[in-house]
């Protein structure tokens, strides 16, 4: 599934070495566009000759404006992140970095004339809730272990709507709220991987016991990242000129179901599953409403867990230790 309302356009993406900006810039190459992608301290995962990459610091203006140059669609996959881990012992390490690299690439694209500006938020602006969250859900609290980076997010999407309706020359802005994504490219290190990949990892190495933070009870929306990419051209090609959407499966399970399938499709189901209610969690359930992004661009999700959960995992198998230990987005 891809839209052919961007052929032709030419595409800017920052974390080009990243795992959404692997998986997007593959789809925006089938999609007819001329994708540059940006990278910095990492190289790309696939070197496709089609793809102008440009090394440039996104935190400095002038290579920021260097970058963004000949740019209809800017997209801002690029964001310092970590696992839960990290998150716990240093919840400032995003702060800082990411909202300077939010604040500099939005005057960027907005000076050198970008059509449209496309930020990846995330689904921690939500709060705690037993019920879907849609998006005018937002209401300011936030769950207490990601306050640092829900605010962040929060205030970028922010300075994000403040260029499509606060200036002269109003810029088309989406911003894009995941779900759990997961899939091939992501990152497995075992410092930065986040709880698909981290499964998926020690299953492979076949860790047993096999230790689980929390008690398993965890309810997460997961979705994989061809889904994502496929509703992200979409929206890419949309006529929106002030969109937030949600894209997520819609369908939210507990952690306890996806390591007994990670487990069972590595075919390392007889481990002993530990649950270690001493480490940190974190939100305890999240669900997502999608009903907008369906009924504005008739976007579902394909792929079903098990088979998104399979493919990473052969996908995983496949590779040369040297890939999947970066240790860097």
């Not at 995992?313 to 040369?320: D, G, K, L, S």
């Amino acid at each position: 599934m891809v839209s052919s309302n961007l052929e032709g356009s030419r595409v800017t993406v920052a974390g080009a070495a990243g795992f959404i900006g692997t998986n997007l810039i593959e789809k925006l190459l089938e999609s007819g566009c001329e994708v540059r992608g940006l990278i910095h301290e990492n190289p790309p995962q696939i070197l496709r000759p089609e793809v102008d990459y440009v090394e440039a610091d996104l935190t400095n203006e002038d290579q920021a404006l260097r970058a963004l140059q000949d740019t209809d669609i800017f997209i801002m996959a690029a964001a310092n992140s970590s696992g839960a881990a990290v998150m716990e012992s240093r919840p400032l390490v995003h702060l800082t970095p990411n909202v300077v690299m939010n604040a500099v690439t939005l005057d960027a694209a907005y000076q050198n004339g970008v059509e449209k500006y496309c930020f990846i938020s995330s689904n921690t602006v939500y709060p705690e809730s037993e019920h879907p969250m849609d998006e005018l859900a937002v209401t300011g609290n936030f769950f207490d272990k990601y306050q640092v980076v829900a605010e962040m997010k929060w205030f970028s999407e922010k300075m994000v709507d403040f260029y499509s309706t606060k200036v002269s020359r109003p810029m088309k802005t989406l911003i894009i709220r995941p779900g759990n994504l997961y899939g091939p490219f992501d990152k497995f290190a075992k410092e930065e991987s986040k709880v698909v990949p981290a499964l998926i990892r020690r299953a492979h190495d076949r860790e047993d016991p096999f230790e689980v933070w929390g008690d398993g009870s965890d309810i997460k929306d997961f979705l994989y990242i061809e889904d994502f990419v496929d509703a992200m051209c979409l929206a890419l090609g949309s006529d929106g000129k002030n969109l937030t959407l949600n894209v997520a499966s819609g369908h939210s399970i507990s952690l306890s179901r996806v390591i007994d399938e990670v487990l069972r499709l590595s075919e390392h189901a007889e481990a002993e599953v530990k649950f270690d209610l001493s480490k940190p969690v974190m939100i305890p359930k999240r669900l997502i409403d999608v009903t907008r992004i369906t009924d504005l661009l008739g976007w579902r999700p394909r792929v079903g867990l098990a088979d998104g959960l399979q493919r990473t995992i052969n996908w995983y198998a496949a590779q040369p230790a040297t890939r999947v230990s970066r240790q860097k987005p």
